[in-house]
């Protein structure tokens, strides 16, 4: 079974810095999806960013950008020029191509301080 | 486009009491995931529908859960009868067959007493 591993409850950072939430997985497939979702207080999950495991390139949208290194099933993500919006629970998630379940770490809960 | 609709927002029940939550997916979505998310931690799927027919319901605990999709459009989620530790946020999540991204709810926050 695939396990999704986020070692970090806790993150902050300062309004317009950057930050980085680090997401590790388990598994033995070679072709997957892996996901960050960000969950506000509203408690409504929304999509951030998506990778696909066959694609060697770094999914990018705005200032959000991931380092995925398959070799080391490694995912994190950068935030760029962090604004207050960005206050939230994030989640990393993987998805098998043979199904459709998500698979979810922990959580990192993100503060930016103004 | 319309999002996820769940209801109701909040539910507050006793224990062995029963309850049952509401999910209207986003229009032309095929499939349609229940999840609960129990506090401090990430969502764990529950039951997944394709259409009207159930795809993946392993994680269910069948003897106290139960959800249907009658003309696969709408789901209902039922609990009967409810433990402390059902207490969580139930979210519904729909996606298409083209994407295959999951779009979410905002959730049903019960609380069992």
């Known amino acids: 079974a695939q396990t999704v591993t986020q070692s970090q409850p806790e993150m902050s950072v300062q309004e317009a810095e950057t930050v980085t939430l680090s997401c590790t997985y388990d598994t033995s497939e070679s072709d997957y999806y892996l996901f960050w979702y960000k969950q506000p207080p509203s408690r409504q999950m929304i999509l951030v960013i998506r990778q696909e495991a066959y694609k060697q390139q770094n999914a990018t949208e705005n200032r959000f950008s991931v380092n995925f290194q398959k070799a080391a099933k490694s995912f994190s993500l950068k935030i760029s020029d962090s604004q207050l919006g960005d206050a939230a629970m994030y989640f990393c998630a993987y998805r098998s191509t043979s199904g459709s379940r998500l698979t979810f770490g922990e959580g990192t809960q993100l503060t930016v301080n103004p | 486009e319309a999002g996820v609709a769940q209801s109701p927002r909040y539910k507050i029940i006793e224990k062995r009491q029963s309850v049952a939550f509401w999910c209207n997916p986003i229009?032309?979505?095929?499939?349609l995931y229940w999840y609960q998310q129990i506090l401090g931690q990430g969502p764990k799927l529950l039951i997944q529908f394709q259409n009207n027919g159930v795809v993946d319901d392993s994680q269910l605990p069948k003897d106290r859960f139960s959800a249907e999709r009658l003309k696969g459009v709408d789901s209902t989620l039922k609990i009967q009868p409810a433990k402390l530790e059902d207490s969580a946020v139930y979210l519904c999540a729909s996606s298409d067959q083209h994407t295959d991204t999951q779009y979410f709810g905002p959730g049903t926050r019960l609380t069992v007493l």
């Open positions: 229009s032309g979505h095929a499939t």
